[in-house]
């Protein structure tokens, strides 16, 4: 389990460009087909965009089609944790960082195999670490 990162919403604010913000803190969402990794296709990491947490490997990204990057699976069951999110009249399952809370996006039962699920995340809530980058 990643170590908690509390902030204030002012110190969040500082430490975090307006659309990371807007989404992370305020759980918005990304226009389709605007975020920088939809399609993006380097090997690396994806990390939280609010503390720098090891999110998502890119040997999980697949193309969805949906306009947000998606993953079948998350680094680790620790990485992220989960919400119901009951908004817009929709039950969908809402993804968050587990060290910052911060929100990253949706998951779905409609992925690739072998997990079938579709972690539909947006870009402006990560990082890539291409690898071998320290």
Request: proline fraction near 6%; charged fraction near 25%; include cysteine.
């Amino acid at each position: 389990m990643p170590d908690k990162v509390t902030k204030s919403q002012d110190a969040w604010r500082q430490s975090l460009d307006e659309e990371a913000f807007c989404v992370l803190r305020e759980h918005a969402t990304e226009r389709a087909f605007s975020g920088e990794y939809v399609d993006h296709h380097a090997d690396g990491t994806y990390v939280c965009k609010g503390c720098g947490n090891p999110l998502f490997g890119s040997d999980t990204k697949f193309e969805s089609g949906t306009g947000w990057p998606s993953y079948f699976k998350p680094l680790s069951d620790a990485s992220v944790a989960y919400t119901r999110d009951l908004s817009y009249g929709m039950l969908r399952t809402e993804v968050h960082c587990a060290a910052c809370d911060g929100h990253l996006g949706h998951v779905f039962e409609d992925g690739p195999p072998p997990t079938h699920q579709r972690y539909c995340i947006n870009s402006a809530s990560l990082v890539f670490k291409p690898k071998g980058a320290a």
